[in-house]
């Protein structure tokens, strides 16, 4: 490695700890550029899904005569333990919003059969395990008592006793903010 100077216009060799330090920036600049494009990527799918929901728990069978039921399935399963997952893609995302508050606002949603249903909106599997990271704490904290909600993509929101809301951006920062009462100890 050589540079030239502004003043003389020579060559000026570098010393080897310059060289290293400016190798490992440069990979640490493409690490950073790496990281930036999987974010993008994530965001692009998450977009992409961002209308779809999923629902759990409905019985076999119970579409009947219907002509426009289609089965992603070819053969019934014979474990009936864990529920089939219905995906639906929705033309508009604000009727997914509408679905989810009503199931909210409902719940439990049950069939005629009294079957539970269950909604979820459809996230990319990166957010996903990002988001179900929190789940623990998020557990933790609802048996405190304490008010918590999740902000896309994968940010803990926590409602103290003052209504002063904490976000956590990590399930480690959330294990070490313990909030074992809503009074803010």
């Avoid at 996903?128 to 929190?134: L, N, P």
């Avoid at 623990?136 to 006793?161: C, D, H, S, W």
Wanted: aromatic share 8%; glycine share 6%.
């Amino acid at each position: 490695f050589k540079t030239k100077t502004k003043t003389r216009g020579e060559g000026v060799p570098l010393t080897l700890g310059f060289r290293c330090c400016l190798l490992s920036r440069c990979a640490y600049d493409e690490e950073q550029g790496t990281r930036r494009k999987e974010l993008g990527v994530v965001d692009l799918q998450d977009r992409n899904t961002r209308s779809n929901l999923h629902l759990v728990g409905l019985p076999e069978g119970s579409e009947k005569d219907d002509p426009m039921a289609h089965h992603v399935y070819t053969r019934l399963s014979s474990d009936r333990a864990k529920p089939r997952v219905f995906l639906f893609k929705l033309l508009r995302y604000t009727d997914r919003e509408l679905i989810l508050q009503a199931a909210r606002l409902h719940a439990p949603v049950k069939t005629s059969d009294r079957a539970m249903l269950s909604f979820f909106p459809d996230f990319f599997p990166v957010t996903a395990k990002r988001r179900s990271a929190f789940a623990p704490v998020r557990k933790e904290m609802r048996e405190a008592g304490i008010q918590n909600f999740l902000i896309y993509p994968a940010t803990l929101k926590v409602i103290l006793n003052q209504g002063e809301p904490k976000m956590l951006y990590s399930p480690e920062e959330a294990r070490n903010n313990k909030y074992k009462n809503n009074s803010g100890e």
